[in-house]
C-alpha cells in the first residue's frame, strides 16, 4: 500500500475500497434508483394499461438484484471489516432493512417472471410500494452512520 492511502482515522472505516474510496456508497445509488423506477413503471401501467410498463418493471427489477448483490457485498465487507460498524443499531437496521428490501424484491421479480401482466396489479404494485417506503428508512439509517457516527468519512490524524 502506498504511504498516502494509509491514513490514520479515528472513525469507522470502509473496508471495501478502492483508492481510498469506499464502494457501497458509489453502488447503492443503482438499486434504489431501479427500485423506485419500477414503483413509477407499475404506476404508469396501473394508470394505462400498457405493458410496456410492466415489461420495463422486470427488467428494472432484474437490474436492481445485480446491482443490490454488488452493493450487499461491498456493505457486508465493511459490516463484518471494522467491528465499530457492527457495534451500531443502525447499521444492523440498515444491513436487516435491504435484506428485506432484496427479499421482497426477488419474490416480486419472480412473481412478475411467471405471471407476467397479471402479476403487476395489486400485488406486485404494492409490493413496490413497501420496497420504496423501506428504502426510505434503510436510506435515513445508512446516511446516519455517515452524518452521525462518521463510518467511512476521512478525518486525517496528524
Do not use: K
Not at 473496508?15 to 414503483?39: E, R, Y
Not at 394499461?49 to 418493471?57: E, L, M, R
Not at 439509517?141 to 455517515?146: D, K, P, S
Amino acid at each position: 500500500m502506498r504511504a498516502e492511502n494509509q491514513i490514520q482515522t479515528g472513525n469507522p472505516q470502509s473496508t471495501a475500497q478502492i483508492a481510498g474510496h469506499p464502494l457501497h456508497p458509489m453502488l447503492i445509488p443503482f438499486p434504489v434508483a431501479f427500485l423506485v423506477a419500477t414503483l413509477v413503471c407499475d404506476l404508469l401501467f396501473w394508470n394505462t394499461g400498457n405493458s410496456a410498463w410492466s415489461t420495463a418493471s422486470l427488467y428494472l427489477l432484474g437490474a436492481a438484484l445485480i446491482m443490490a448483490a454488488l452493493a450487499a457485498v461491498a456493505g457486508l465487507t465493511d459490516f463484518l471489516g471494522d467491528p465499530r460498524i457492527r457495534s451500531l443499531s443502525a447499521a444492523w437496521h440498515h444491513m436487516m432493512g435491504n435484506v428485506v428490501v432484496v427479499l421482497l424484491s426477488l419474490w416480486n421479480w419472480y412473481r412478475r417472471y411467471e405471471a407476467g401482466d397479471a402479476a403487476v396489479l395489486p400485488m406486485g404494485l404494492l409490493i413496490s410500494l413497501v420496497v420504496v417506503l423501506l428504502l426510505l428508512y434503510t436510506g435515513w439509517r445508512g446516511w446516519e452512520m455517515v452524518y452521525r457516527h462518521r463510518v467511512a468519512v476521512l478525518d486525517r490524524v496528524p
